[in-house]
């Protein structure tokens, strides 16, 4: 969503609302499409003393899977960006400001991006999510599982220590 700035670029202690829905049902993350709801954007452009000052927050639900169980659950996911916009670049490149195009943001690829950068790189159902067994693959946060554990090849020798007593 494209936002025009240029009603407040020169009036001090003014500020634009926004409010849309962003289609991110086309993201895939490890071979999952986990955006399958709208993605609400909400946010402000605040002109500070002739700074325009940038800050939007992302939030949806995700269809979520365990990294240590499989198991599907419904994440809720929210990313906060902020950046300043600018006409032109004083000094130098930096990621804190964004060009304006002829008054105008795209509002909805800033969104878009700081939900990419938002996203966790582990998704875990719960803190203390003890995930499968190894062996048998069993659900260990609904029990143990029925498998002999067998001693660390590694310990063997203290084992047998164990036994000669």
């Given at each position: 969503?494209?936002?025009?700035?240029?009603?407040?670029?020169?009036?001090?202690?003014?500020?634009?609302?926004?409010?849309?829905?962003?289609?991110?049902?086309?993201?895939?993350?490890?071979?999952r499409?986990?955006?399958?709801?709208?993605?609400?954007?909400?946010?402000?452009?605040?002109?500070?003393?002739?700074?325009?000052?940038?800050?939007?927050?992302?939030?949806?639900?995700l269809?979520?899977?365990?990294?240590?169980?499989?198991?599907?659950?419904?994440?809720?996911?929210?990313?906060?960006?902020?950046?300043?916009?600018?006409?032109?670049?004083?000094?130098?490149?930096?990621?804190?400001?964004?060009?304006?195009?002829?008054?105008k943001?795209d509002?909805?690829?800033?969104?878009?991006?700081?939900?990419?950068?938002?996203?966790?790189?582990?998704?875990?159902?719960?803190?203390?999510?003890?995930?499968?067994?190894p062996?048998?693959?069993?659900?260990?946060?609904?029990?143990?599982?029925s498998?002999?554990?067998?001693?660390?090849?590694?310990?063997?020798?203290?084992?047998?220590?164990?036994?000669?007593?």
């Amino acid at each position: 969503m494209v936002i025009d700035v240029r009603p407040i670029l020169h009036t001090p202690g003014k500020r634009l609302d926004f409010r849309f829905d962003l289609d991110l049902s086309d993201l895939e993350f490890d071979g999952r499409y986990p955006v399958s709801r709208p993605v609400l954007v909400e946010g402000e452009v605040r002109n500070t003393a002739d700074l325009l000052e940038l800050a939007l927050t992302v939030r949806t639900t995700l269809d979520a899977v365990c990294d240590r169980c499989g198991k599907e659950f419904l994440l809720e996911k929210e990313a906060e960006y902020r950046c300043m916009l600018a006409e032109e670049l004083q000094n130098e490149e930096s990621d804190e400001i964004v060009l304006l195009e002829d008054g105008k943001t795209d509002a909805g690829e800033l969104a878009r991006t700081a939900f990419i950068l938002g996203m966790d790189s582990k998704t875990l159902c719960s803190e203390d999510c003890k995930g499968l067994c190894p062996r048998c693959g069993a659900d260990l946060n609904l029990g143990p599982c029925s498998c002999k554990r067998e001693p660390d090849p590694r310990l063997a020798a203290l084992a047998s220590l164990l036994e000669n007593k």
